[in-house]
T-cell receptor, first 114, second 114 residues
Framework: DQQVKQNSPSLSVQEGRISILNCDYTNSMFDYFLWYKKYPAEGPTFLISISSIKDKNEDGRFTVFLNKSAKHLSLHIVPSQPGDSAVYFC?????????????FGKGTHLIIQP | DSGVTQTPKHLITATGQRVTLRCSPRSGDLSVYWYQQSLDQGLQFLIQYYNGEERAKGNILERFSAQQFPDLHSELNLSSLELGDSALYFCASNSGGGILGTQYFGPGTRLTVL
């Protein structure tokens, strides 16, 4: 039973446009959400996070939106750049991300087209 | 560079064997987490140690065990290996202890069981 779902295995976006990656979750006890980016042959790299007490968090070109009632979050990248091409993982935690294992989605492969 | 190191990078072994994977957390981090990434399951949380003690358990098989030493490095022991244990094994660290915070991942160890 997958508690964190990323339903799009891949997404292709033109350079300069907006990339929107989606994530749904089923566990209402999750209170902290994170996005990680992963290049081949490297470990996941933390990108941005959001606590369940917020509905939006922004960091430069990256914005994460959280809709608790829909159990849905999304990552917006504006503008998309070639270096953004990677696999993006959505992750969630029941205890603030600092004292528990993370539950990951299966990832979305983002491809930025020149 | 996340500051988390893992050795070895690659490991090839045969079914039935036992291997040990090693992880050194970021300087000052007390918590170590182990994850397994296989092709069909994505990233799965295995186990967490905090300051030498087991803190949380995920989908870890009984054939697998881990420990964290006084210098805070951790080892993941995999025994009676099966073909299905072939995967990428990641270690992550953070300050832990229930403090809100992200986890920082190492580059991973790729295990191939033949």
């Amino acid at each position: 039973d997958q508690q964190v779902k990323q339903n799009s295995p891949s997404l292709s976006v033109q350079e300069g446009r907006i990339s929107i990656l989606n994530c749904d979750y089923t566990n209402s006890m999750f209170d902290y959400f994170l996005w990680y980016k992963k290049y081949p042959a490297e470990g996941p790299t933390f990108l941005i996070s959001i606590s369940s007490i917020k509905d939006k968090n922004e960091d430069g070109r990256f914005t994460v939106f959280l809709n608790k009632s829909a159990k849905h979050l999304s990552l917006h990248i504006v503008p998309s750049q070639p270096g953004d091409s990677a696999v993006y993982f959505c992750a969630a935690s029941e205890r603030g991300g600092g004292a528990d294992g993370l539950t990951f989605g299966k990832g979305t492969h983002l491809i930025i087209q020149p | 560079d996340s500051g988390v190191t893992q050795t070895p990078k690659h490991l090839i072994t045969a079914t039935g064997q036992r291997v040990t994977l090693r992880c050194s957390p970021r300087s000052g981090d007390l918590s170590v987490y182990w994850y397994q990434q296989s092709l069909d399951q994505g990233l799965q949380f295995l186990i967490q140690y905090y300051n030498g003690e087991e803190r949380a358990k995920g989908n870890i098989l009984e054939r697998f065990s881990a420990q964290q030493f006084p210098d805070l490095h951790s080892e993941l022991n995999l025994s009676s290996l099966e073909l299905g244990d072939s995967a990428l094994y990641f270690c992550a660290s953070n300050s832990g202890g229930g403090i809100l915070g992200t986890q920082y991942f190492g580059p991973g160890t790729r295990l191939t069981v033949l």
